[in-house]
């Protein structure tokens, strides 16, 4: 079987489910259960968004002995300070792919893309720090400029892509078309929406197709229709990948933070 890993969301996306916020001790539990399971990279949070969250992260990132804490960011170098300064073993950026995203919500072009991204890989690269690149919107972008945001995201040092579908379009099909047409010299991730109610099979397929890395959260929670869901993905994936996750085990911590997701 195959050796694949998880990233855990449920601290990031998972917590965009409408009327859901976590507490500061609530945070720590999970990000700790996530830690005891073997989860290989959690996503902690987005320090940008202030103390309180910057907060929460550093007590998450000195409580983790195993998993990888990684630091959510937009293409902004005040962002990458946030995460730097909260210790985070990843820098994660987001980079609009689509068209849609560029142009319409944040009214820029391409080129102020590629320019913003180099800037802030530029800062992560100087303080040391694992740089991750993300195509938020891929499954709706332009394949040529996504090609473009791929090698411009290699030549400046990035270890794995993250490869979203942002909204929730995607069949397998699709997904192992977008998966299968990516580089092989770097570590693929694939980031799946459950609006269609595919992002279990998506994300099967996709580590099918070579990513190496599935985002997932604790019962599928995450805005709209929610994100991978963790258990399913480890019991439908069992006969084809190994992560490093008992299922047992994760069952009995599920079981120990459901009232803390669903309060």
Same mark, same amino acid.
């Given at each position: 079987?195959?050796?694949?890993?998880?990233?855990?969301?449920?601290?990031?996306?998972? #917590?965009? /489910?409408? @009327? &859901?916020?976590?507490?500061?001790?609530?945070?720590?539990?999970?990000? =700790?259960? %996530?830690?005891?399971? +073997?989860?290989?990279?959690?996503?902690?949070?987005?320090?940008?968004?202030?103390?309180?969250?910057?907060?929460?992260?550093?007590?998450?990132?000195?409580?983790?002995?195993?998993?990888?804490?990684?630091?959510?960011?937009?293409?902004?170098?005040?962002?990458?300070?946030?995460?730097?300064?909260?210790?985070?073993?990843?820098?994660?950026?987001?980079?609009?792919?689509?068209?849609?995203?560029?142009?319409?919500?944040?009214?820029?072009?391409?080129?102020?893309?590629?320019?913003?991204?180099?800037?802030?890989?530029?800062?992560?690269?100087?303080?040391?720090? #694992?740089? /991750?690149? @993300? &195509?938020?919107?891929?499954?709706?972008?332009?394949?040529?400029?996504? =090609?473009? %945001?791929?090698?411009? +995201?290699?030549?400046?040092?990035?270890?794995?892509?993250?490869?979203?579908?942002?909204?929730?379009?995607?069949?397998?099909?699709?997904?192992?078309?977008?998966?299968?047409?990516?580089?092989?010299?770097?570590?693929?991730?694939?980031?799946?929406?459950?609006?269609?109610?595919?992002?279990?099979?998506?994300?099967?397929?996709?580590?099918?197709?070579?990513?190496?890395?599935?985002?997932?959260?604790?019962?599928?929670?995450?805005?709209?229709?929610?994100?991978?869901?963790?258990?399913?993905?480890?019991?439908?994936?069992?006969?084809?990948?190994?992560?490093?996750?008992?299922?047992?085990? &994760?069952?009995?911590?599920?079981?120990?933070?459901?009232?803390?997701?669903?309060?």
């Amino acid at each position: 079987m195959m050796q694949k890993y998880i990233v855990d969301t449920t601290l990031r996306d998972g #917590e965009q /489910t409408p @009327g &859901l916020a976590f507490t500061h001790d609530e945070k720590v539990a999970i990000a =700790k259960s %996530l830690d005891q399971m +073997g989860v290989a990279r959690i996503e902690a949070g987005t320090p940008a968004m202030g103390k309180e969250e910057c907060k929460s992260f550093e007590r998450i990132k000195s409580t983790c002995r195993r998993s990888k804490i990684i630091g959510w960011n937009r293409m902004k170098i005040a962002d990458i300070e946030a995460s730097i300064n909260c210790g985070a073993d990843i820098i994660h950026v987001c980079a609009p792919a689509s068209d849609l995203l560029i142009k319409e919500k944040l009214k820029k072009t391409k080129k102020q893309v590629l320019d913003e991204l180099s800037h802030c890989a530029d800062r992560i690269r100087s303080a040391g720090k #694992e740089f /991750t690149l @993300g &195509l938020e919107d891929a499954s709706r972008a332009d394949a040529t400029f996504v =090609k473009t %945001l791929i090698k411009k +995201g290699i030549e400046l040092g990035a270890t794995t892509l993250r490869f979203s579908d942002t909204v929730g379009i995607f069949t397998p099909r699709l997904c192992k078309e977008a998966v299968a047409a990516l580089p092989q010299n770097i570590n693929i991730e694939i980031h799946m929406h459950n609006d269609l109610g595919m992002a279990v099979a998506n994300s099967i397929q996709g580590l099918k197709s070579g990513a190496t890395y599935a985002d997932c959260t604790l019962f599928g929670i995450g805005e709209r229709a929610g994100n991978c869901n963790l258990e399913h993905l480890l019991t439908a994936g069992a006969a084809h990948f190994k992560f490093g996750i008992d299922l047992d085990e &994760l069952k009995w911590h599920q079981s120990s933070l459901y009232p803390t997701i669903f309060k």
